[in-house]
């Protein structure tokens, strides 16, 4: 079955600082891979996604994250942070085919950034 | 993507009661599902929602307590029946479209059971 580990509960970072947040899955398959943010109050934006191709992605927000198959991993990246960047950001994994749309969320990891 | 609304965005219910959760897309989504998030926890899914038939429920989620409805492709209700505090939580509403790999989320109906 599907598992995504968040290892950080909370983050702080200064804002302008740099940012990675982990991730590991575990799927017998190469899987699709999300990262939301919720900010408090909120409902879930999605940030990025991988499925296929190249192992580094673009998302909104200035954010990446990169696709390490030897890893299991899928970290979350940002080069300089703000302060409006502060929110819980959640891990995704959808195991596609029959189980296509499920997805199975690590616990989160908390960001706080201070000024 | 996908415009999605949820009713109520919150509500306080006395245990016993019963809550229905309407979600409403403003286009014609692929799937649609519905998630819990417990307090300080991540999100959990409750059930698929299926057009026209009865949603498939996930492990420990089950009809008589959250039954659930879609009749056509851009709504869909969940009620958390019978409700306890235990059922205190947001429950989030979220669809596919086009070939379904990506998933877009509702705001959230912020529940709390006294």
């Known amino acids: 079955a599907q598992s995504v580990t968040q290892p950080d509960i909370h983050i702080t970072v200064s804002e302008g600082a740099s940012l990675e947040l982990r991730c590991n899955y575990s799927?017998?398959?190469?899987?699709?891979l999300f990262w939301y943010v919720q900010s408090p109050g909120q409902g879930l934006q999605l940030l990025l996604k991988y499925f296929s191709g190249d192992t580094l992605v673009q998302g909104i927000k200035g954010f990446e994250a990169e696709f390490k198959r030897s890893q299991s991993s899928f970290n979350l990246r940002k080069p300089s942070v703000h302060w409006s960047d502060a929110a819980e950001y959640f891990c995704a994994v959808e195991g596609g085919g029959s189980t296509l749309g499920r997805l199975y969320f690590g616990r989160g990891t908390q960001l706080t950034v201070w000024p | 993507s996908a415009v999605i609304s949820q009713k109520p965005s919150r509500d306080i219910c006395q245990r016993g009661t019963s809550l229905t959760i309407q979600c409403q897309v403003d286009?014609?989504?692929?799937?649609m599902f519905w998630y819990r998030q417990q307090p300080g926890q991540s999100l959990t899914l409750i059930a698929t929602?299926?057009?026209?038939?009865?949603?498939?429920?996930e492990s420990g989620f089950v009809i008589d307590k959250f039954p659930i409805s879609r009749p056509n492709l851009t709504f869909s209700t969940l009620t958390v029946s019978n409700m306890s505090p235990e059922d205190s939580s947001i429950y989030l509403c979220?669809?596919?479209?086009?070939?379904?790999?990506?998933?877009?989320f509702g705001p959230g109906t912020r529940l709390l059971v006294l």
């Open positions: 979220s669809v596919t479209t086009g070939s379904g790999e990506t998933q877009y």
């Open positions: 799927y017998g398959a190469t899987p699709y």
């Open positions: 929602a299926n057009q026209g038939s009865e949603a498939t429920y």
């Open positions: 286009s014609q989504v692929t799937m």
